[in-house]
């Protein structure tokens, strides 16, 4: 390590970004903005849907590809914040619709976000047979490897996927303890939650590409006991998680 390198190790950036007071956050920064070269703490880090922007604070989101974006249902305009899984339009708060997937086919429940007009003019009987196919497709985009495929060749940082295990270390004067070993450790990106469990899929070059549930450790996740029947939960928005990352609209 230089001088330099050291003297930034030892005094840590910290958040420049702008508090309502007019005073700098100051919290310990995690990264720089691109646009306006600020120092910005986890807080102020720029987020979009489940996407965590490493090199963007939040003031200057609006400056993004997302943040530009604009609700497209009847010439709104209002900033969007999802799109819509049928028309693939920029949708704003008030015009999305979260359409529940059927629990007797799949549960427990799945939201996918619709725009108000697609949602209004499908009849049921449209949506049932939309929502099974969506969920097929899904499931073959996550399984096949195509949705790793597109991770892989997106600008998205796979992060640590720990295996843990507890262990009893006995001590030489006492009882023992429980202990968390890790026993591997792999890569993977993690998609967020839903329904209550974190998922991420994993960089694994074999079929099916597994998804799996996660909870956070240490620098990235730890895997965590699969729970049954929830993966047809999780095929039909983290499909479309994957899709919003990496910009491929197939
Ligand atoms: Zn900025
Ligand atoms: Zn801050
Ligand atoms: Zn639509
Ligand atoms: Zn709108």
């Keep these: 390590m230089d001088e330099e390198t050291i003297q930034r190790v030892a005094t840590p950036a910290v958040c420049e970004v702008q508090l309502e007071n007019g005073q700098a956050c100051g919290v310990i920064a995690v990264g720089r903005?691109?646009?306006?070269?600020?120092?910005?703490?986890?807080?102020?880090?720029?987020?979009?849907?489940?996407?965590?922007?490493?090199?963007?604070?939040a003031p200057c989101f609006p400056k993004t590809e997302e943040g530009k974006q604009r609700c497209e249902v009847d010439n709104c305009g209002v900033t969007a914040v999802d799109h819509c899984g049928i028309c693939k339009r920029a949708i704003c708060a008030t015009h999305r619709i979260f359409e529940r997937l059927p629990t007797t086919v799949f549960q427990p429940e799945i939201y996918v976000p619709?725009?108000?007009?697609?949602?209004?003019?499908?009849?049921?009987?449209?949506?049932?047979?939309?929502?099974?196919?969506?969920?097929?497709?899904?499931?073959?985009?996550?399984?096949?490897?195509?949705?790793?495929?597109?991770?892989?060749?997106?600008?998205?940082?796979?992060?640590a996927i720990y295996q843990i295990e507890s262990q009893l270390k006995k001590g030489l004067f006492s009882s023992g303890k429980?202990?968390?070993?890790?026993?591997?450790?792999?890569?993977?990106?993690?998609?967020?939650?839903?329904?209550?469990?974190?998922?991420?899929?994993?960089d694994v070059d074999s079929q099916?590409?597994?998804?799996?549930p996660v909870q956070p450790y240490r620098d990235g996740?730890?895997?965590?006991?699969?729970?049954?029947?929830?993966d047809f939960s999780a095929w039909v928005q983290t499909a479309y998680t994957i899709?919003?990352?990496?910009?491929?609209?197939?």
């Design 33 to 57: 903005c691109v646009f306006c070269g600020h120092a910005f703490c986890d807080t102020h880090r720029a987020r979009f849907l489940q996407r965590v922007y490493t090199d963007t604070c």
């Design 114 to 159: 619709r725009c108000r007009p697609c949602f209004d003019n499908s009849s049921e009987e449209a949506k049932r047979a939309r929502q099974r196919a969506e969920a097929v497709e899904a499931r073959e985009y996550l399984l096949s490897g195509a949705a790793r495929k597109a991770l892989l060749s997106s600008k998205e940082e796979p992060v």
């Design 178 to 202: 429980w202990v968390t070993v890790v026993t591997s450790v792999q890569r993977g990106w993690f998609l967020g939650n839903f329904d209550g469990t974190s998922w991420a899929l994993l």
């Design 221 to 230: 996740y730890a895997l965590v006991e699969r729970q049954k029947n929830r």
């Design 208 to 212: 099916p590409t597994p998804l799996v």
């Design 243 to 250: 899709r919003v990352l990496t910009n491929s609209s197939s």
